[in-house]
């Protein structure tokens, strides 16, 4: 089994849910495979990027998205069909990001750029309405980020777990990758 982890806003595969994830993964799962690309900064990249890696990999591979990661992630599920665990995803981020325009760092890559109008653009481009993909949001109630209201109205009918007092780190994680390779694993 495969599994795509996309990274949120500012992130990397060095983030530290990133390297739990893979931490956990060797030494309870070691038949499974973590991909964490280094996605770009910029929407229409980093999407082409995660799609690129998904489409080499098995048709049983799945998704693990965490904030702008789990927006990418839902677009991806849908057009491909595949099953997504999203991290206090991002619903809006055209709109949440709005306030990021202009010169960014990226604390975790050491990579300088600018976020502009095109990039908000890319995101809109991407809105997706969870249809085809099979979803399980993990949602941290004292999200400080990102209103986990919005992305649980808007997986409404899929499978949520919210952690109540958790942030957008969601610091209980790790307690959610059992119940989900098990989840994973179930066929569609």
Same mark, same amino acid.
């Given at each position: 089994m495969h599994i795509?982890?996309? #990274?949120?806003?500012?992130?990397?595969?060095?983030?530290?849910? $990133?390297?739990?994830?893979? /931490?956990?993964? @060797?030494? #309870?799962?070691?038949?499974?495979?973590? #991909?964490?690309? /280094?996605?770009?900064? %910029?929407?229409?990249q980093a999407i082409q990027q995660a799609e690129q890696l998904l489409l080499t990999l098995p048709a049983d591979s799945w998704l693990i998205g965490s904030s702008l990661g789990g927006y990418y992630a839902t677009w991806l599920a849908e057009k491909h069909g595949r099953k997504a665990a999203l991290i206090n995803p991002a619903v809006t981020p055209h709109l949440d990001l709005q306030r990021h325009l202009g010169a960014q760092h990226n604390p975790y890559t050491g990579e300088s750029y600018?976020?502009?109008? $095109?990039?908000?653009?890319?995101?809109?481009?991407? @809105?997706?309405?969870?249809? %085809?993909?099979?979803?399980?949001?993990?949602?941290?109630?004292?999200?400080?980020?990102?209103?986990? &209201?919005?992305? $649980?109205? %808007?997986?409404? &009918? #899929?499978h949520q777990t919210i952690f109540n007092g958790d942030d %957008?780190?969601?610091? /209980?994680?790790?307690?959610?990758?059992?119940?989900?390779l098990n989840w994973a694993k179930q066929p569609d």
């Amino acid at each position: 089994m495969h599994i795509i982890y996309l #990274h949120g806003f500012n992130s990397g595969p060095q983030s530290l849910k $990133a390297q739990e994830t893979a /931490r956990w993964l @060797q030494q #309870h799962a070691p038949d499974i495979t973590l #991909h964490c690309p /280094r996605l770009s900064p %910029h929407p229409a990249q980093a999407i082409q990027q995660a799609e690129q890696l998904l489409l080499t990999l098995p048709a049983d591979s799945w998704l693990i998205g965490s904030s702008l990661g789990g927006y990418y992630a839902t677009w991806l599920a849908e057009k491909h069909g595949r099953k997504a665990a999203l991290i206090n995803p991002a619903v809006t981020p055209h709109l949440d990001l709005q306030r990021h325009l202009g010169a960014q760092h990226n604390p975790y890559t050491g990579e300088s750029y600018t976020l502009g109008d $095109a990039d908000m653009q890319a995101l809109l481009a991407m @809105q997706a309405t969870p249809r %085809h993909g099979q979803y399980w949001l993990l949602l941290g109630s004292a999200d400080e980020v990102l209103d986990w &209201r919005q992305a $649980a109205r %808007h997986f409404g &009918r #899929h499978h949520q777990t919210i952690f109540n007092g958790d942030d %957008h780190r969601l610091k /209980r994680w790790l307690e959610c990758l059992p119940p989900l390779l098990n989840w994973a694993k179930q066929p569609d």
